[in-house]
């Protein structure tokens, strides 16, 4: 694999300062952020990125007024009430989409928000706590006890919610395939693994979050 000074180097010849650099890169939120993100905004947006999933993410944003409406504000303590009769009445609702796979995991997912805030005293915590360093452990984590939470959504969420966590796009998967580290998407633990160290790496060598590492080496893809 490329080393961290190979990759600093190429987005500056790219983009021709650090400022101009910078410009481009996300910022996570601290822990302290997270842990007072409450827990009707960490399952709001979770179920946003459900209903996104394969989407156009404008036509669900527009609706999303609507979906605050119908599920209570995502209150998960409101939201775990809700009947399989309920989630039929909403299939009729035309303000929001009628998926009912995506509807059913609302109220799942609620569930699991509110499970781990028992055992951890709060969602956020349990959030901001876990070490970036194993990133990729509370992607399987949200993916085993939530719902609808597999493939890339997991990772997402997190971007979503201002968690510092780096995303395999195809940009960055073929960035990866070039340097002989994975030639898919990392769906297997093995996989997930290899560029979870790759990423600790450069992380442990430039002290910048994984989400800034993750867009310098989208950067490198195809150029």
């Not at 101009?20 to 990125?49: E, F, G, N, V």
């Not at 995502?74 to 399989?84: G, I």
């Not at 360093?133 to 939470?149: N, R």
């Not at 898919?184 to 979870?196: C, H, W």
Request: a positive charge; proline letters at 5%.
């Amino acid at each position: 694999m490329q080393d961290y000074k190979w990759l600093h180097e190429f987005c500056l010849n790219r983009f021709g300062s650090q400022k101009a650099l910078d410009a481009q890169l996300p910022t996570p939120l601290t822990p302290a952020k997270l842990r007072k993100i409450s827990t009707d905004r960490y399952l709001s947006t979770m179920a946003l990125r459900v209903f996104r999933a394969g989407l156009k993410h404008s036509l669900v944003d527009a609706k999303w007024p609507a979906f605050e409406k119908a599920f209570f504000g995502f209150d998960p303590e409101k939201v775990v009430l809700m009947s399989a009769e309920h989630l039929e009445r909403l299939m009729q609702d035309k303000n929001i989409i009628r998926h009912l796979g995506k509807l059913k995991s609302v109220p799942r997912n609620a569930q699991m928000i509110l499970d781990i805030a028992h055992e951890h005293g709060s969602f956020g915590a349990f959030i901001a706590d876990w070490p970036v360093t194993e990133i990729t452990g509370l992607w399987q984590y949200l993916a085993k006890h939530g719902t609808q939470l597999g493939g890339l959504s997991a990772p997402r969420f997190l971007r979503m919610i201002g968690k510092d966590t780096f995303i395999p796009t195809w940009d960055v998967v073929a960035a990866l395939n070039a340097q002989n580290i994975v030639d898919k998407v990392p769906s297997s633990k093995r996989d997930q693994a290899l560029v979870q160290d790759v990423f600790n790496q450069w992380h442990a060598d430039s002290g910048l979050p994984m989400c800034q590492l993750s867009a310098m080496l989208a950067f490198t893809a195809n150029h």
